[in-house]
């Protein structure tokens, strides 16, 4: 079977597009294709599969976000950015307009050639200063759910962040994701602040199940969190994420998500060893 995709990456956040308003596979389908194709090495690879769909109310279409294990996620800022660039050229959409997710509307706009801007679904739940237990110590963290269904995120401050190799962190990444605090888990984002205001960020996500090069909500759910704080001099905010820089406008219950897209590849999916039931 040929199946017509895309490959497309925002800040070392990579992704699979595929038109499912043509293809018309299940969820079923979707989920068994992500798992297959995101795989590294074996096949595409990529962080997320996204399948475009036929809008359900007043946008310009509907976004699917399945994660390289299978399983489908709730939204991707990172992965919002880069459909609507793939929407744009395809002609599915104008320069601005509006995709629907399972999380809630994304409205986003082209502002340049790479350059796109989404606005990130707002923070439907904020705990902040939350207490756990991880290694038999008490961690101080701030918990964030973007959208309904909230898209779960943990803020955690690492000090030197920028000079600490991921091998230190992932056990305690782990630990924090699987936490039976969080009923679906949560994405687990550390962060440490620079002088100039600078923010350098590591993000352990859901799905994928290890560090990113970068996590849109992720970075949104950080920037807000800081923003709250007050520990943010300027907006917006900028964040250094493994794959590169993304910016962060916080207006009050607000988050927009602004950074470079990057065209990878177009072609058809071959990959003999999917199966679909």
Known sequence: MEIPFSKMQGAGNDFIVV????????SKQLSRLAAQTCTRRVSVGADTLIAIEAAKQNGDFYARYYNS????????GNGARCVARFAYETGLAKETMVIESMAGDVPAKRLGKRLYQ???NSPTVYTESLVLKISGRDLMVDYVE??????????VHYPDLAMTEL??????????RHHPTFKKG???????LLRDGTVVERTYERGVEDFTLACGTGTGSTAYVLNKKGLTPTNPVMVEVL?????????GEDLFLIGDTNQVIQGLILDENLEFV
């Open 167 to 176: 091998e230190t962190i992932q056990t305690m990444a782990r630990e924090l």
């Open 146 to 155: 973007l959208g309904d269904p909230g898209i779960p995120h943990l803020v």
């Open 69 to 76: 294990d299978g399983s489908e996620a709730e939204m991707c």
């Open 19 to 26: 038109d499912n308003i043509g293809l018309g596979f299940s």
């Open 186 to 192: 949560a994405n687990v984002n550390f962060y440490d």
């Open 243 to 251: 794959g590169g820089t993304l910016q962060v406008n916080v207006e």
């Open 118 to 120: 989404v606005q990130l």
